[in-house]
T-cell receptor, first 114, second 116 residues
Framework: DTGVSQNPRHKITKRGQNVTFRCDPI?????LYWYRQTLGQGPEFLTY????????KSRLLSDRFSAERPKGSFSTLEIQRTEQGDSAMYLC????????????FGPGTRLTVT | QQPVQSPQAVILREGEDAVINCSSS?????VHWYRQKHGEAPVFLMI?????EQKGHDKISASFNEKKQQSSLYLTASQLSYSGTYFC?????????????????FGKGTKLSVKP
């Protein structure tokens, strides 16, 4: 069990470009969550999957954001036409479906949009 | 809908105790507590479920007052390693069926600094 991994760890992009992040959850975990965190704030929920099904997406999330988990294992988060306001740490977490859903976070991908 | 944490920051000497509170205006199903050190990912501490018992391990424990929709995290005899920002993540009562959904709403955090 190597924990949740995310790639890349850092991404610098120019406004208007598309970016894609990857998350590999803990192997037996069937739930996967994406959060966004800015300085001085708690993580903000974006979306989550149970296996390959995307069960919920934040109503605050722009249509420029899309996430997939095609085989119920790793997940990708894509941001199209990036804006400076997208600059943040993007965190992925995974959990195993039981009563409590303890979530284990990855190290995050820090996005800087210039 | 975002839970309110208090205090925003606290400074302790090693060995002192602290209490961090988390309040919500919505009926809660669960409260999750995490600690995050600078530049690192949040680390899970514990979960409290509606109708559940007070939790604790080592010198960190927590309670959940369902009537007040409030949870408190208790840090006893603090150690230098306790320094970090503590977040509560709340989950409101599921609308569709019983059981946790897991999509948490986090507070803004409480920054805890423990000095020697």
């Amino acid at each position: 069990d190597t924990g949740v991994s995310q790639n890349p760890r850092h991404k610098i992009t120019k406004r208007g470009q598309n970016v894609t992040f990857r998350c590999d959850p803990i192997s037996e975990h069937n739930r996967l969550y994406w959060y966004r965190q800015t300085l001085g704030q708690g993580p903000e929920f974006l979306t989550y999957f149970q296996n390959e099904a995307q069960l919920e997406k934040s109503r605050l999330l722009s249509d420029r954001f899309s996430a997939e988990r095609p085989k119920g294992s790793f997940s990708t988060l894509e941001i199209q036409r990036t804006e400076q306001g997208d600059s943040a740490m993007y965190l992925c977490a995974s959990s195993y479906r039981d009563l409590t859903y303890e979530q284990y976070f990855g190290p995050g991908t820090r996005l800087t949009v210039t | 809908q975002q839970p309110v944490q208090s205090p925003q920051a606290v400074i302790l000497r090693e060995g002192e105790d602290a209490v961090i509170n988390c309040s919500s205006s919505k009926a809660l199903y669960s409260v999750h507590w995490y600690r995050q050190k600078h530049g690192e990912a949040p680390v899970f501490l514990m979960i409290l479920l509606k109708g559940g018992e007070q939790k604790g391990h080592d010198k960190i424990s927590a309670s959940f007052n369902e009537k007040k929709q409030q949870s408190s995290l208790y840090l006893t005899a603090s150690q230098l390693s306790y320094s970090g920002t503590y977040f509560c993540g709340t989950e409101t009562a599921p609308e569709n069926y019983g059981g946790s959904q897991g999509n948490l709403i986090f507070g803004k955090g409480t920054k805890l600094s423990v000095k020697p």
